[in-house]
């Protein structure tokens, strides 16, 4: 029992670092549902790099790296609508050349910058044992906001993942709601990537969603599968960094994409040991299957 609770009951800063990451794990569970059901994955993705010049220039200029990387999704957003709706260019190519353009940018200062060389890991992989009671304030309101956002905005936010006509139809304007899920993503990114780092926030954004979305026919199943595995996977990834000396944010979110890997194998030998019920079933009423087949 030890080996479970010792490593928390014992070190204050990883009982702070297991607040910060499951209050981080719930935040992207909101999030993740609709970045995944709605394909937001590569969105996703471009907004926590291009988050990266901003933090980079922050961190150089003495300014907070939260308020860089705010710049720097702003930055993306503004950068993506304006390709997109002045040239006539796909969302999916907007965002490629924003997201290869910003990184580019951040590498770039970072090689100009010696001072910023020590906090690029840090950006880029977070920095989970290094959580303050601060950093959970911010958290919690991240938290907050991107809940009341989901809530408030639930019913065209389903639509627009189900079909944007239909969104359309129903009285809901597309473009804005679909920015204000692109902003609700770009908040969630920016308040974890000081704990789990831009490079790994993607995963407790898609993962534990994913996992949700192999269970739940209803968003909020959804959302709260994806919780429970973000928690879960927060718990057992700090617990395995622990012990194993390992990194702790790319434990967590490894062990957040074993989980899914477990269910989906799971859910396909179901599926498997259905598929032969049904066939025995059809071999034992031959009949019966002949019967209803006629009709």
């Not at 503004?78 to 260019?89: A, H, N």
């Not at 390992?246 to 967590?252: N, P, R």
């Not at 957040?256 to 032969?276: T, Y």
Request: proline residues 2%; aromatic residues 8%; hydrophobic residues 55%.
């Amino acid at each position: 029992m030890d080996f479970l609770t010792g490593p928390f009951v014992d070190n204050e800063f990883l009982r702070l670092s297991l607040a910060a990451t499951c209050l981080v794990a719930v935040t992207c569970a909101v999030a993740g549902t609709f970045v995944v059901l709605r394909g937001l994955a590569f969105v996703g993705d471009a907004l926590a790099h291009g988050v990266v010049p901003g933090v980079a220039v922050a961190l150089i200029a003495g300014f907070s790296g939260v308020l860089g990387a705010a710049i720097g999704a702003g930055v993306m957003m503004s950068g993506v609508s304006i390709v997109t709706r002045r040239y006539r260019l796909s969302g999916d190519t907007a965002i490629g050349l924003l997201f290869v353009g910003m990184l580019a940018l951040g590498v770039i200062i970072q090689s100009r910058s010696d001072s910023f060389a020590g906090d690029l890991a840090a950006v880029l992989f977070g920095e989970v044992l290094g959580i303050s009671g601060s950093d959970l304030v911010w958290q919690i309101v991240a938290l907050v906001v991107v809940g009341l956002v989901a809530y408030v905005c639930r019913r065209p936010f389903l639509l627009l993942s189900v079909d944007e006509g239909l969104a359309a139809t129903s009285g809901f304007p597309v473009g804005r709601f679909h920015n204000i899920m692109l902003a609700m993503v770009a908040l969630t990114v920016v308040a974890s990537f000081q704990t789990v780092g831009t490079l790994l926030v993607l995963g407790m954004l898609v993962a534990p969603a994913a996992t949700g979305a192999l269970f739940g026919r209803r968003v909020g199943t959804v959302m709260a599968v994806a919780a429970v595995v973000g928690v879960v996977s927060s718990y057992a990834g700090l617990l395995i960094s622990y012990h194993a000396d390992l990194a702790a944010g790319a434990s967590i979110v490894l062990t957040s994409v074993m989980i899914f890997a477990l269910c989906a194998a799971g859910v396909e030998i179901r599926r498997w040991q259905s598929h032969r019920k049904d066939i025995h079933h059809d071999h034992d009423h031959p009949h019966l299957h002949e019967h209803v087949h006629l009709r």
